[in-house]
């Protein structure tokens, strides 16, 4: 994988364009990293003018878990129906579009190869600015794309499927991590303890669901690396001990229906009450006063109903996206992108694909 990335990307760089830096743009936004194909066009005057996802999950949930190649192949299927269906919904064409941004990592290499090749080459027949935009920057900035997005600077809890992070945001394009998971990550853990209970992939809204008609306190889990300083996340712990309470409840072989919806509630609040304590640790950390929740674990509603009242009780204010856009979604890829051409930033003909690819490298716009 390293050397198959790097020749990839050995020769990519970015270009400055500071002729089209003062123009209106429309991009196009193409988001293909792992088990989503989504796409949107964004305009920087007016706004996100349409968007469209095709999600892969049927084609995964046998397998109990993304499958890459499948994934890929999908990807090929998807992408440039999807494109010609958000056109059509803006009542643009091609020659409309003024730059194309598309996800250039990290996730799966296949993946990010189908957007990659189908950003870069659109983009070259257009003849129009193209830029490889970083995945968790796209979820880090979607709270943006709402009318009461948050000002700069805040903190940033990115809780994902293959990440969670801290992150201290002066602006956009800079990003100092504060903490991370040390093993699984947040909505990894949710997955997994989905599994255990017998639900389907991806598990995070399964397990939500499950929770709702839990008994509080009946269960009390424990509330990882919070009795030592430090921002940093540890999920696989609960996840043993989530199995351990399953394995030790089951009669016969089987939990019953009110034992599972309390283990289920049991590990959710011990996921949300760490967020809360480490969160609140972040404001104390750096000392701002706004909160922003990104990622696929942000469209779960206990979680922000915990973060909101801590942040009030901060004298802060908390931001999340809407639903749509909290989990991998092209409007993301659309917006970063764009803000990113504006600042006169693109990328050289190459075609950037970064499985790993750290936060903290990229650069500033200004
Ligand atoms: O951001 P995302 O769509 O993909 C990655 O970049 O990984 O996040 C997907 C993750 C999955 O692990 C899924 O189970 C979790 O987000 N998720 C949730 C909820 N909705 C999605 N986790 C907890 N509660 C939810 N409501
Ligand atoms: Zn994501």
């Known amino acids: 994988m390293g050397g198959y990335q790097a020749s990839l990307s050995a020769a990519c760089g970015i270009i400055p364009s500071p002729l089209i830096a003062q ?6 936004g193409i988001e293909t990293s792992c088990d989503e194909t989504g796409i949107a066009l964004y305009d920087s005057e007016k706004g996100l003018l349409a968007d469209a996802l095709y999600s892969q999950i049927e084609l995964h949930q046998k397998y109990g878990g993304v499958v890459p190649e499948l994934a890929s192949r999908d ?15 803006a009542d643009c064409a091609l020659s409309d579009l003024d730059g194309i941004a598309y996800t250039a ?7 990010l190869l189908v957007g990659g090749s189908i950003g870069r080459s659109l983009g070259m027949t257009l003849n129009i600015p193209v830029i490889g935009v970083h995945h968790m920057e796209g979820h880090l900035l979607a709270p943006l794309l709402e009318k009461n997005g948050p000002e700069f600077p805040f903190v940033a809890l990115l809780v994902s499927g293959g990440h969670t992070q801290l992150v201290e945001v002066p602006e956009i394009g800079r990003y100092t991590v504060m903490g991370e998971s040390l093993d699984d990550a947040a909505g990894e853990a949710f ?16 397990v939500a669901k499950l929770a709702e008609p839990g008994t509080p306190g009946r269960f009390d889990f424990p509330r990882p690396m919070t009795n030592r300083p430090g921002l940093d996340f540890s999920f696989s712990g609960l996840k043993t001990f989530t199995m351990n309470t399953v394995e030790k409840n089951k009669v016969n072989g089987v939990l019953d229906e009110q034992t599972r919806a309390d283990i289920a509630w049991a590990f959710q609040e011990a996921v949300a009450d760490t967020m809360v304590i480490k969160c609140r640790r972040a404001f104390k950390h750096s000392g701002l006063k706004r909160l922003v929740m990104a990622g696929g674990v942000s469209a779960n509603l206990r979680l922000r109903e915990k973060l909101a009242i801590m942040a009030k009780e901060e004298g802060g204010e908390l931001y999340y996206p809407g639903f749509a856009y909290c989990t991998d979604n092209g409007a993301m890829i659309a917006y970063a992108g764009c803000m990113r051409l504006l600042a006169g930033q693109q990328d050289d003909l190459s075609i950037l ?3 790993r690819w750290n936060l903290e490298t990229l650069p500033s716009l200004s």
């Open 191 to 206: 997955d997994k303890v989905a599994k255990m209970l017998g639900l389907p992939y991806p598990g995070g809204p399964h």
């Open 353 to 355: 694909a970064k499985p």
């Open 105 to 111: 990592g990290p996730g799966l290499a296949g993946a």
């Open 75 to 89: 990807h090929i299927r998807k992408t440039l129906p999807l494109i010609r269906e958000v056109l059509d919904k």
């Open 23 to 28: 123009m209106p743009m429309k991009v196009l």
